[in-house]
């Protein structure tokens, strides 16, 4: 009897430890949440080519890409992500707190945001880092409470033509200096 009472403890026990803290990916949920992501210079970009993915962590520990990138809404709910579903935050119990942000990237950069980020930094935005109380196990899934929303610029700046007569005139001037030792 003894020996089967331990053996459903011991499952208990290893049941707690085995789960994960749950967030509910949704950068819109009533009053609680409100984190719409724009784009500037066309905000009708919201079809599909641009994908949002949350990266989160314990309090102490580093940010890593959780749950998988998900297209935002390209209806009358553009710039949110409300189908993101409950995801689960590898290394934090339910009821404790993690650090959570969105990041978000056109699709046509990578199939993640950290190549996305590698190829250009035009075209790629993140939140502000937000620390929450998971839910999971018997806790309902933590809302994003807090997290806000972010501008993705989808042209990068040109620089002036200022700025490219100077750099020219720099290579000439090092051109030239090169020049110089050469011929002594």
């Known amino acids: 009897m003894n020996r089967h009472l331990f ?7 290893g049941a707690q430890v085995g789960a994960q803290g749950v967030v509910n990916f949704s950068t819109r949920a009533g009053a609680t949440v409100n984190a719409p992501v724009t784009y500037l210079g066309d905000n009708t970009l919201a079809d599909g080519r641009f994908l949002g993915q949350l990266y989160a962590g314990a309090l102490n520990g580093p940010l890593s890409a959780v749950g998988s990138p998900t297209p935002f809404r390209s209806d009358a709910g553009k710039g949110y992500i409300t189908a993101g579903g409950n995801v689960e935050v590898p290394g934090v119990l339910p009821g404790e707190t993690a650090r959570v942000k969105l990041v978000a990237w056109a699709g046509s950069l990578g199939d993640t945001y950290l190549e996305a980020l590698g190829r250009n930094v035009c075209g790629v935005g993140e939140s502000p880092v937000i620390t929450i109380q998971l839910g999971g196990g018997t806790l309902p899934p933590a809302a994003l409470a807090g997290l806000s929303g972010f501008v993705i610029s ?19 001037w090092t051109c030239r200096r090169q020049g110089k030792r050469s011929a002594r």
């Open 154 to 172: 989808l042209g990068c700046p040109e620089p002036s033509p200022l700025a490219i007569g100077l750099i020219g005139a720099g290579l000439l």
């Open 7 to 13: 053996v459903v403890l011991w499952m208990i026990s």
